[in-house]
């Protein structure tokens, strides 16, 4: 292999060109990415660079002096893919042709149906949307959160300690009960009221209403309700980055639909990160996994899949893990709470949110979730890892 | 500064002891036998390595999964970004000991944890 093209320029693509010279890739090797800045780290956008307390210098993903010898074309964005050539068309109509192509294009934030939202609607996936949300932030006055997922009540246990006034809007009856269960979604979304943020569940959004100037002035509910809003974030999920691969051929479902290291259809063509949707043997199915640790880790099987085409009988990933951090409280969870029958506390106590709790199917433990219990966590998140491999 | 730490009898092959000096030092047993000291506060945010995934002679921050080689306190890659400093080491009478090291806390430090106990 020549020549290696990775799009996508964050944390699975840096860990893509970084797993290729590391396993001694010395070909050429280019790195697309739409966005202008050099890799940088995402969790911190919702947790210490919204609340002001790391800069961004802090969230740079390259280790000091950290050469791959790539070339980076930054601010350049993958229109398609050429099935025949491997070859990738640029916005600017460029093309880069390459033996290897490694697809980490990610997931954008979804937006509320509609027209282009009023001033002071938010989503936060990118540095541009964080700098414009900290700004708004520090305007004081209501926020309003459109979603109670992870994202959203990180940004609500951000502003609510800048000394906001906070609500919630969920539309399930319980946040995080996708993730991480009815029960243990109830007790980590319960959280929010412990800090006197509101909590409202079970209820859609029908819009914003705008003032004359334009500017957000309220979220007005499915049900008829307005809440008053100086500022609004809507955290209603991402969805994967893949457009521009219609009509390559690349199977696309919920993300890039790939095998269990990481290969799409395609000869030469592997997908790591938010965009792709692994084949996960011990659930049967696809499953995008949108968390840090995987975009960090995956890359290096997928990579391996790619110089070796295929032949590498790559080492099985690590159960999915990721972490949150609200009001103080870490968040650590791991495995997949889909297809559990039964959740146990382990130790602590969920009211006082300190706890670890497992969850079994047929008796086997299939995910953990601790909160502020990261020694006992990682002995049950090694323990999983030993039985999925 | 020799420190004692824990019997080596209670410090099983794969765990970690946490020395409540300031600032806190962790202790590994490796699945090999060998013992390494390190600085217990991960360099990113405020983490104990003693909680961390040992794999090796390298111990994974429980939060953010920066690697640290245990024998030179290097880090492997962001968001943590600087060593931790190390400790020797000393296994005396089956007592585990540790030297703390002179470096300041905090800045890089180089000197390696001593390999100790590898009989057995
Ligand atoms: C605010 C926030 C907080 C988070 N907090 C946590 C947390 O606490 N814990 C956790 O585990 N995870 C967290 N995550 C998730 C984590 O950041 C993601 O899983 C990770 O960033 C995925 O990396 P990626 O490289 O796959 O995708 P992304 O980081 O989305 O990067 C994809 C890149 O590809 C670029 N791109 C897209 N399309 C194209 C194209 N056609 N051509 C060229 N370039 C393109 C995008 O501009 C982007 O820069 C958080 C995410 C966000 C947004
Ligand atoms: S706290 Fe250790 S890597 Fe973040």
Redesign the pocket.
Known sequence: MRAVLV????????SAARALRAQGYDGRLVV????PHRPY???P???EFLAGRADEAALVLEADGEDLGAEWLLG????TLDPGTRGVGLADGRAVTADGVVI??????RTLPGAAGPSGVHT???LDD?RALRADLARGGRLVVIGGG??GA?VASTAYALGLDVTVVEAAPTPLSGPLGETMGGVVSGLHADHGVRLLCGTGVRGTEADGGGRVVAVVLADGRRLPADTVVVGIG?RP?T??LAGSGIELGDGVLCGADGRTGLPGVVA?????AWYDPAAGAHHRV??????LERPATAVAALLSGGAGGQRAPRPP?????QYGVRIQFAGRAAGADTVTVEEGVPEERDVLAVYRRGGVPVAVLGMNRPRSFTRWRKQLAAAAS | MMIPVCRLADLPRGEAFRLETDPPVAVFHTEEGELYAVDDTCTHQDASLADGWLEGCEVECPLHASKFDLRTGAVDAPPARRPVRTHEVVVEDGMVHVRLSAAAPGPPSCAAGRLAGGAG
């Open positions: 799009v996508g320029a964050s944390l699975a693509g840096l697309v990415g739409d966005e780290d995402r969790p956008l919702s947790k350049a964005r993958a229109v980490a294009t990610g997931a954008a934030a936060l996936r990118t964080a992870f994202i990180e991402a980055c457009d521009w790591v990160g938010d965009c792709a949108e968390h840090w640790t995987g975009a893990y990721f972490w949150s951090d």
